[in-house]
């Protein structure tokens, strides 16, 4: 069955720190993934997308297709960085999402 | 461009009253998607439509749940004789193409949040 799983509810770090958020995925193909994030009391937005291989707000994402995950990743956390974070897959139509990880960047 | 807008932002509704949640696609996007975030879980999928057309409804509970997406007009969320565990956030999001394959992805709304009382 299609799934993501984003095992961490919850990250605290402090500001500089690197940060890692951790998403697997299963899935029966070439998978097609995604970062969303959600800041407080304002819409999903589209973080960045593994095919188009870019760096956003200085966060990246590497497919790693032996591990089946495609963590996010910063070298040096920001205060604004503070969201909640989702990996969703593209099945066919619809996105797959995970439970989301709250990120906390302390100062 | 106004985005995806979606409204009412926040819904209150007695136990067995209905409840319609509207969405506005973004300008220019013909597909529409729902999902469900209910407390302490990710978005769920709910429905896909076209105008006029449910595309793919697999994430949609069998009873009290319909949607549509009329040639003219927003999207409607339809929950008829709500129950406490309707209770939940409802995104929309809507895109230029089939699975959101066009340069933006899924653009998503600020969803409307929905308490049974």
């Known amino acids: 069955a299609q799934r993501v799983t984003q095992p961490e509810k919850l990250l605290s770090v402090f500001k500089g720190a690197p940060v890692e958020l951790k998403c697997n995925y299963s899935y029966s193909g070439s998978p097609e993934l995604f970062w969303y994030v959600q800041y407080s009391r304002q819409r999903l937005q589209l973080l960045l997308r593994h095919i188009s291989r870019e760096s956003i707000k200085g966060f990246t994402a590497d497919l790693n297709k032996g591990e089946t995950s495609f963590h996010l990743k910063k070298p040096f956390a920001q205060e604004e960085d503070s969201a909640m974070y989702y990996c969703?897959?593209?099945?066919?139509?619809?996105?797959?999402f995970g439970t989301g990880t709250r990120l906390q960047v302390f100062p | 461009n106004a985005g995806v807008m979606q409204n009412p932002r926040h819904l209150v509704r007695r136990r067995g009253q209905e409840a319609r949640l509207r969405c506005s696609p973004m300008?220019?996007?013909?597909?529409v998607y729902w999902y469900r975030q209910l407390p302490e879980e990710g978005l769920k999928f709910m429905v896909y439509l076209q105008k006029e057309n449910i595309i793919d409804e697999s994430g949609m509970p069998k009873e009290r749940f319909s949607a549509e997406f009329p040639k003219e007009g927003p999207s409607i969320l339809r929950i008829q004789q709500v129950v406490r565990g309707d209770s939940a956030a409802y995104f929309c999001a809507s895109s230029p193409a089939l699975g959101g394959t066009g340069n933006y992805g899924y653009t998503f709304g600020s969803g409307t949040r929905l308490t049974v009382v």
């Open positions: 300008k220019g996007h013909s597909h």
């Open positions: 969703a897959l593209l099945n066919t139509d619809k996105l797959i």
